[in-house]
């Protein structure tokens, strides 16, 4: 394969990335990136991987990484603002502006609710960074982007069953001079399931949307509310989605391959057919 166009070459590696299990995306886009060094950066930013998560040694809470807090090997936390593994030119890396910085901790406090209330459970995260030259402020007429991330994790029970669900919502903030802003978000959901119960099976992939909203603000606190809400819908969205394409696909397939009913009773429903059919001919 020549990969002598770096355009070209981004193009197969996200084409060969769709292609081989989802299940370890992980490791074959690490595998690439070593092939493929200074294809990194882009591979890294347009893939959507499994989340992880990390304590913050200032707090002690759990938060998520993903390539929008990260910094060479170290991210950062939203709850304390610092890169863990530290790292000596911390003034450097990226962070947030001062009220941005009030901002994000506001966001991460309210999608904590919806987490637990949602999930019961998982780790939630929310990131922000700055768009425009001039700095964001309570008015909300400056536009900003970030991220929510969402993860619910199963532990590997007795029975071989594990899993877990995580939601990337990459968002852009755009006001306008009428008192409305315009919310771009792409949406990503990676589900992935086992069960080795009986036999070993998985169930893994995701689903990716975008969505433009338009919504009233009066400050930049209510950028973070319209967030949520569109949020909300969205997530119900992917949801049902999931669970038809995912679910309701499996389901006919399993049930087209074995039928759970036994073979007398289905011969019974195949005879009477037949007689009713007979039935219908006659009149």
Not at 189 to 200: C, K, P, R, Y
Not at 204 to 226: F, I, M, P
Not at 241 to 259: A, H, N, P
């Amino acid at each position: 394969m020549d990969f002598s166009c770096s355009e070209d070459a981004l193009d197969a590696s996200l084409d060969l990335l769709r292609r081989l299990n989802p299940k370890e995306i992980s490791k074959n886009l690490s595998n690439i990136c070593r092939l493929q060094p200074d294809l990194a950066e882009e591979l890294l930013s347009s893939v959507d991987t499994p989340l992880n998560i990390q304590k913050c040694e200032a707090t002690g809470k759990s938060y998520l990484c993903c390539d929008y807090n990260r910094d060479g090997d170290s991210y950062r936390s939203p709850w304390s603002n610092k890169y863990y593994p530290e790292i000596d030119d911390e003034d450097q890396a990226p962070h947030p502006t001062s009220y941005l910085r009030e901002l994000e901790l506001f966001a991460n406090d309210s999608f904590d609710i919806y987490r637990d209330l949602y999930y019961a459970g998982g780790v939630s995260s929310v990131y922000l960074w700055d768009t425009e030259e001039e700095d964001v402020d309570k008015s909300g007429k400056v536009g900003f982007d970030g991220v929510v991330l969402l993860k619910k994790k199963i532990e590997p029970s007795s029975l071989g069953n594990a899993g877990f669900w995580d939601s990337i919502h990459v968002f852009e903030v755009q006001p306008r001079g009428n008192g409305s802003a315009t919310y771009k978000i792409t949406s990503t959901v990676i589900l992935d399931l086992t069960s080795s119960a009986d036999i070993d099976m998985y169930l893994s992939g995701n689903l990716t949307r975008q969505t433009v909203k338009e919504r009233n603000y009066t400050d930049a606190s209510s950028h973070v509310a319209n967030i949520g809400s569109i949020t909300e819908d969205i997530e119900s969205n992917l949801r049902n989605m999931l669970q038809e394409v995912y679910f309701g696909k499996t389901k006919d397939i399993v049930g087209d391959l074995r039928s759970i009913e036994k073979l007398n009773v289905k011969e019974d429903q195949r005879l009477r057919q037949q007689e009713l059919i007979k039935g219908f001919e006659k009149i």
